[in-house]
């Protein structure tokens, strides 16, 4: 009897080098990605729709995968457009957001989730787990990153699922270095797991991957290919294999890769194949990290400080007080959504925006709320104040200027026709930032009134001077812009003085403590500082810091004659200001660091989308 029950057992599980698995059912799904739906293009939906149709005409079909960048500007009305053609499928289908989703985005994401219903799924299908999330940078131009709630969720869903049951990842970057900043955290984080198969999107063809030894799908765009045949994936999972086809429209699938069920493909207890590389560390042993926190939540913002509190806004919708010299935690307060836009303090108040369409003023010694300021859209906007006056623009169009103790709004310009995302810049009289509609707009910090606009003509809203922090001197204002321009404006008149493309600047901005020199971040390894006096561009200095490439919307700052910087993957350096000499750099982490706030020529203040807040400090 006891060797009848013990037979019994053993036919119901297969053994895997990681214990028993469950038996699973035989099934079929579908993959369709990187759709770019675009008001300005119909052959997208076109081509959606015609894969939608023959999905539907293929039997057996058991649901279907969507693997982000189902738009082209991750706007509103596009992805509701994408839903009504998604939501013809007979079966039902699961879906995540790609980095056009996540990058340009007016309402921080969370219209996505609005729309499908959230911004990951899990489920299990015949014994097998599918878990969907996101692995894009979120508002910020980087490398992809997976936040670190993200990597608790995964696994608690299957633990709670069944850790000896195959499971399928389901993403739109692949986990390679130089995609995604995080892979190694996030392949060491499910490596005990059965992984069978991450699946994905982005590259626009079909690859077969290693992610540290754990197999990886990328499949074709369902756009038109060069025969002008869009085209999804189709895998078949049997008892023992996963099958990979790709489906052109009005052809037989062609098989192109398969993965077992049974073998193993990686070391369960083993690590990733790769690190990043702290060895700077060990050159410039003098820089220490006086503290550093692991908040659990992904952080797009740069921290605020007023005397001896630090206050940071995260992705949970937190906006948490820690000390100054120490970094404990204070008190957080809870917003309805994501914190995106930089907060500022002043006066016992400190200001932030949020997704979930508010401002908020709270009192800086316990957190409590003074004051609310409700908006149309989400806010995502930094925060700046002066003499009392907050500054701050939102995805509502409008751009409000509050007064700092009652919360009142002293104005509203409405005039604004793309999402704002910046820290406005007050320069005399005048208030000054850009938006998602290639404009950089000046307004009469009194009243509000436009006093002028200014724009470099080109189309497309991808190349607007949005998330670079404008800056003044010498009777000029100085951005640069995703066309990799440095830009000087005239302060009065909104004419532009001189534009130069020679240094591929991208996005980033700073200006030295006397007001003569301008900082930018080039696009490979340099820091370039030009002169603020005259009508023609003039080069200061160009300093080879040797960041490698780079595209991170992380601004400059000088302090006691040091020039700060920050880098995508998590290194933050300091120059002379005077000269581009190098001082020293540290590694913190391999993920994008925000803009950081010196407190004077020796230390300096940081955050990272990896949810670390900490203090470097440079010893004598």
Known sequence: MKQRIILAILTTFLLLPGGLRAQHGTFRFVQLTDLHLSGNNPNPMEDLLRSVAQINATDSIDFVLVTGDISEAGD??????????????????YIT??????KWSESGCTDFAAIFGGERFAFEHKGVIFLGFNSGPLMRMAYGHVVPQDLQWIKEEIEKRGKDKPVILVTHYPMLEGDVDNWYEVTDAVRPYDIRLFVGGHYHRNKDFRYDGIPGILMRSNLRDQDGKPGYGIYEVTEDSILVYTQRIGEEKEKWAAFSLDEPYYDHNGKAEKYPDFSVNQKYAQVKEQWLLQTGAGIYCSPAVEGDKVFVGDDMGRLT????????????????????????????????????????????????LLWKVEAAEPVLGAVTIENGVVYIGASDHTFRAIELHSGKVLWAYDQVKGYIETKPLIAGEKVIFGAWDNTLYALNKADGKELWKWTHGLPGIHYSPAAVWPVAANGKVFISDPKRALTAIDLETGETVWRTFQSQVRETMGLSEDGSRIYSKTMNDSIVSYSTEGREPREVWASNVGFGY???????????GVM??????????????????VLWKHKVGNSLISTVVPLNGREVLFTSTSGEVGLLKVKK
């Open 564 to 581: 700060f910087g920050s880098t995508k993957e998590g290194l933050i350096f300091a120059l002379e200001g005077t000269t581009g000499r």
């Open 97 to 102: 957001m790609g980095n056009h989703e996540t």
């Open 76 to 93: 509103r009305q596009t992805m509701e457009s994408v839903k009504s053609c998604l939501d013809l499928l007979k079966a039902k289908y």
């Open 321 to 368: 007080a820690y000390t100054l010299k120490k970094g404990k935690q204070l008190w957080s307060y809870q917003a309805g959504k994501r914190i995106v836009g930089t907060p500022a303090a002043a006066d016992g108040v400190v200001v932030f925006g949020s997704a979930d369409k508010c401002i908020y003023g709270l009192n800086t010694k316990d957190g409590s």
């Open 550 to 560: 780079e595209h991170a919307p992380s601004m400059q700052a000088e302090k006691d």
